[in-house]
């Protein structure tokens, strides 16, 4: 194939690659993920005493595991986004193969830790959360086969992607983890109205989604309490929402001070679900403003460079990690600030917890890796061309 | 690869416009989050904080703990201990039945207790927490916190609840608490009180005793709750908190293991001693058996176990060491004999004739010894106890002047002790006769008083009260509580305003009494030099002896049934030659007093004196091997149960 180059085509071949990754890496999102890991150290050392006590441990080894994990992490993620989006996407097919057959072996081998739902492996020192790591690795793949079937005589992709969806939605309901189940079905979604899904669907979908939900608070009793639990204008104070209600209360503009927070000494999840309220008891609304800061520049700048992007396997699979990314940050705050009903979720990068941050690093690996800068345009299309 | 003509241009804005719509859907939802973060930090807090102002602001009341009662050794008689019980909540349980029933597989509680349970549930209001079962062990009480998921509603929570570790032993002296009762409130000793604690649902406030007497010394300041509540009255949450002021601490003068002593000595006899310091008036130990455990009413009693206790023909419940009221028999001879001695009617050495009666027109009043006693002074009179000899003098002395005296000596005379029910007794004059029976006082009504029969009653207490002051000279007071600053006390009460060499005559006696070969009470002397004890029998009778019995004979005590035998007494101090301690015995239908009193009052002192178990030498040698039975089998509490403070386990 002749090679046709206009101006100075930025594509070097032999160029290192680390000052190639520095170069084309998006600074702004990866400085946001560093700011996001610090506040979530930050939070730990809040946190971790009042939970080590009640495990009769040292007060900050929660705070030692959250560095060891949060390390972990970031390597994962800056490994990961160097790589090409041809690795990412095999590394995605990889990870999603790993982890489906991990969460069908979970109804045999798992543990549910006491909580009633079998949602981990217990390694000993650690416990892995499949649907964690699942997740970024089904985007990745979904992505794949919507973009396959934008090529002529491609597959069904769409509809593959949706059974597979489907498939995932269902070993998660029998866990039973619908907010998980959720959060893959909007991520799915998401991709699909960006491949460019017919409106009228997508109605149908919203409809769907309020019969289920309808469904769902005639049969289960739980449902129905937590939904109940969110409509009344009084929360019972004893509940988890009602301490957080408090502490985000108590916090005002500038938090009640460094250490001197209440609520999590009451709160089971204080270190998980809950994180919120211990910053905004704490620190107060600055500290909550600027978590919501750094959370929606990397969605939003993500995004925003994502729709430039030419290839539909990056664009939709980059859009499909943006947003899941910044939906569970979203529900989780939306949760403890009663915008949303009471849905365990972890917030992503400042919640403790080994599984949830190394697959937050994986999935802004990726996400990363896709929102990297590329000849776009003409050019864009050329060497998209050249490079298949 | 020819790619689709979609993917062009046209697909390419639809692609653009999409992300645009995902990324402002995203930046608009961050913005209504930060809004509302805004809202509820900035301006709810502000709110908040304005709630004072409003009415949704209650008061409530957060009880004291109450005060604590020691012995004189700082051993615990009254504690509190935590105290885990479960409520329930009607509206967070759901389904009440379904929720007990869960809660039943941890605590089992009786089927009747379930119903009544389930009847308070249903009748009170949904948010009012109903206290489902008190007194659980801590390892209910962690099962239920640990399963609270699956009890909804359900709220273990810790209080307060008073315990009496020395249970029987200080039952009637200590008392017990109770919840408060309309009663209480009304008519009974709390009507003038208006503490708003008071007005909490079963309150404890104390019943009897000390407990009773010192409720308020003992129940300490409320402290208070700020609550936010709604409109219906729930509780939405706690402001702050200001802590009450606990109730302060009282310090007796009994000595628990004294005390324990003298209940287990007294048995099952319906019975009643006092220990007293004859200097100090500290009373050491004031026991009435049988007794029961305070500890049951706390709980609340079982209509059974009360029944038990009201039907008891020993009357448990009764404190006779202070509320009995007996003739006091021979041991009111003394105060017979002071009065004579001091209105100068008869001299120490004057000698009277008995020949076993006294002809008092055509009534003869009986000596206890039908064929007489013969010639005979005061201290053999008393040694013996010669009824005649009193008689005589009482009729040279008048009533008028033998009553003044018994007062002088603490009889007839209510003592102020903080415990249930004293009663003052009696010493009759003619006014009061006149009064209160209609009738003129006859020289016959003179006579028996002489020797504490007749109209004469007295409590054991008021007995000890006399001993102590004739051992002493002084006028001593009993004391209950002890001041906690002060160890020693009150500068040495008053000399008593008689003549100390009538008194030093009448101490003779007394010693005889126990101490010479004729004595009464020879039987209960003791041999250790320094410890020798003085005292008086007293055999005091229930029922008149008719002409036509005496005839027959009369009938022996002991074929009589129980409740129509004589009370046996007994008054001693000891040591004889320096007096300490006094003690009043007296064993209800006992029979003698030589025989069933005074070795009870000889075990106590001796106990008393020791500190613990006297050592056989000090009783009689023919005695030792029955003492010594006696002493193993006597069920003494352990001596760890004595250790100061909180020691126990």
């Not at chain 1, 005493?49 to 441990?57: I, S």
């Not at chain 2, 009986?366 to 005589?392: I, M, P, T």
């Amino acid at each position: 194939m002749t090679e046709m180059v206009f101006g100075a085509a930025p594509v070097r071949d032999g160029e290192p690659i680390l000052p190639r990754w520095w170069r084309t890496i998006d600074r702004w999102s990866l400085a946001c993920v560093f700011l996001l890991f610090g506040v979530g150290m930050l939070l730990g050392l809040a946190a971790s005493p009042p939970l080590a006590a009640r495990n009769e441990l040292n007060p900050f080894y929660y705070v030692q595991r959250q560095a060891f994990f949060g390390g972990l992490a970031l390597t994962t993620m800056l490994l990961v986004s160097m790589m090409s989006p041809q690795v990412v996407r095999r590394l995605g097919v990889l990870g999603c193969v790993g982890a489906l057959a991990a969460l069908a072996l979970l109804p045999f081998f798992g543990t549910d830790f006491g909580k009633g739902a079998v949602r981990w492996f217990s390694l000993g020192f650690a416990s892995v959360q499949p649907s964690e790591f699942l997740k970024p690795g089904l985007i990745v793949v979904s992505g794949w086969l919507m973009a396959a079937s934008q090529e002529i005589n491609g597959p069904p992709g769409k509809s593959l992607s949706l059974g597979l969806v489907l498939v995932v939605v269902g070993l998660l309901a029998i866990q039973p983890d619908f907010g998980q189940a959720c959060l893959v079905l909007f991520g799915w979604g998401v991709m699909y109205f960006v491949a460019g899904a017919p409106f009228t669907l997508l109605i149908g979908m919203a409809a769907m989604v309020v019969v289920g939900g309808t469904m769902a608070y005639k049969t289960s009793e739980h449902f129905a309490r937590r939904i109940d639990g969110f409509l009344s204008p009084e929360i019972d104070p004893r509940t988890q929402l009602g301490y957080a209600t408090d502490a985000i209360r108590e916090g005002g503009f500038f938090g009640v001070g460094v250490g001197e927070g209440h609520v999590k000494w009451s709160l089971p999840d204080a270190h998980t679900d809950f994180i919120i309220a211990v910053a905004a008891e704490e620190y107060g609304l600055i500290l909550v403003l600027f978590i919501i800061l750094l959370y929606m520049t990397i969605t939003v700048r993500s995004l925003m460079r994502l729709i430039r992007e030419r290839d539909p396997f990056i664009r939709l699979a980059g859009t499909g990690l943006a947003c899941s990314f910044g939906v569970q940050a979203i529900i989780n705050m939306g949760v403890a600030v009663r915008l949303l009903p009471a849905k365990g979720m972890t917030l992503p990068f400042v919640s403790y917890g080994g599984s949830s941050l190394i697959a937050g690093g994986i999935t802004l690996g990726m996400l990363l890796a896709f929102s990297r800068t590329r000849p776009q345009g003409e050019i864009g299309d050329i060497l998209l061309k050249r490079r298949r | 690869m020819k790619r689709t003509p979609k993917d062009t241009e046209a697909s390419a804005r639809v692609v653009s416009r999409r992300g645009l719509i995902l990324g402002g859907g995203m930046a608009a939802f961050s913005a209504v989050l930060t809004a509302r973060m805004r809202y509820m930090q900035v301006e709810q807090a502000d709110q908040f904080r304005l709630l004072a102002d409003e009415n949704r602001i209650n008061i409530r009341l957060v009880p004291p703990s109450r005060g604590l009662i020691f012995d004189r050794a700082g051993v615990i008689l009254a504690d509190n201990e935590q105290n885990y019980r479960v409520v329930l909540v009607r509206e967070d349980a759901g389904n009440v039945e379904d929720v007990l029933a869960r809660l039943q597989k941890i605590i089992k509680l009786p089927e009747e207790e379930l119903e009544k349970v389930k009847e308070e549930i249903d009748r009170r209001s949904p948010f009012v927490p109903v206290t489902v079962a008190d007194r659980l062990s801590w390892k209910a009480f962690s099962e239920i916190a640990v399963n609270a998921p699956a009890l909804p509603g359900v709220t273990p929570e810790v209080g307060q609840s008073r315990i009496y570790p020395l249970d029987e032993d200080f039952a009637h002296i200590v008392g017990y608490v109770g919840p408060v009762s309309d009663y209480d409130l009304t008519e009974g000793y709390l009507a003038d009180d208006d503490d708003p604690l008071l007005q909490i649902p079963k309150f404890q406030v104390g019943k009897t005793g000390v407990e009773a007497k010192r409720e308020h010394d003992l129940r300490g300041q409320a402290g208070t709750r700020r609550i936010e509540v709604n409109a219906q009255g729930r509780v939405m949450r706690e402001l702050d908190r200001v802590e009450g002021r606990s109730g302060q601490d009282i310090r007796l003068t009994v000595d628990s293991a004294l005390q324990n002593y003298l209940q287990v000595r007294l048995g099952d006899e319906s019975a009643s001693a006092v220990v007293m310091n004859v200097e100090t008036g500290d009373l050491l130990a004031i026991g009435s058996a049988p007794s029961f455990d305070p500890n049951k009413f706390v709980r609340g009693i079982s209509v059974a176990d009360y029944r038990a206790l009201l039907e008891d023909d020993h009357r448990p419940l009764a404190n006779k060491s202070v509320q009995g009221a007996y003739p006091p028999g021979s041991t009111f001879k003394m105060v017979t004999a002071l009065a004579a001695l001091e209105d100068g009617v008869i001299e120490p050495d004057e000698e009277v004739y008995c020949p076993g009666y006294k002809e008092l027109g055509r009534r003869r009043f009986h000596c206890w010894k039908r064929w007489g006693h013969g010639d005979l002074a005061l201290v053999n009179a008393l040694e013996q106890s010669c009824d005649v000899y009193f008689y005589d003098i009482a009729e040279r002395v008048g009533i008028e002047k033998i009553t003044a005296m018994a007062r002088k000596l603490g009889l007839g005379i209510r003592h102020d002790l903080p415990v249930s029910a004293v009663v003052g007794g009696l010493t009759p004059t003619k006014a009061w006769k006149r009064e209160n029976r209609d009738a003129d006082w006859l020289i016959g009504d003179t006579l028996n008083a002489g020797i504490g029969q007749g109209f004469v009653l007295t409590s054991p207490l008021q007995l000890a009260v006399m001993t102590a002051r004739i051992a002493s000279g002084r006028q001593v007071e009993p004391r209950l509580v002890r001041s906690i600053e002060a160890q020693d006390e009150a500068p040495a009460p008053p000399p008593l305003d008689i003549n100390p060499a009538h008194l030093q005559f009448i101490r003779e006696g007394m010693y005889s009494v126990v101490n010479s070969g004729s004595g009464t009470a020879r039987g209960s002397r003791v041999v250790a030099e320094g410890l020798r004890m003085a005292g008086k029998t007293g055999t005091s009778q229930v029922r008149n002896i008719t002409a036509a019995e005496r005839a027959r004979g009369v009938t022996r005590n002991e074929d009589l049934p129980w409740e129509r035998r004589d009370h046996a007494l007994f008054v001693s101090y000891a040591p004889a030659d320096a007096p300490k301690l006094a003690c009043s015995v007296v064993v209800e239908h006992g029979g003698g007093g030589s025989l069933a009193a005074a070795p009870i009052a000889r075990d106590i002192l001796l106990q008393a004196l020791y500190g613990g178990t006297p050592p056989l030498e000090a009783y009689p040698t023919s005695q030792r091997g029955t003492i010594r039975t006696r002493q193993k089998d006597l069920p003494l509490r352990d001596p760890s149960s004595f250790t100061e403070g909180r020691s126990r386990a």
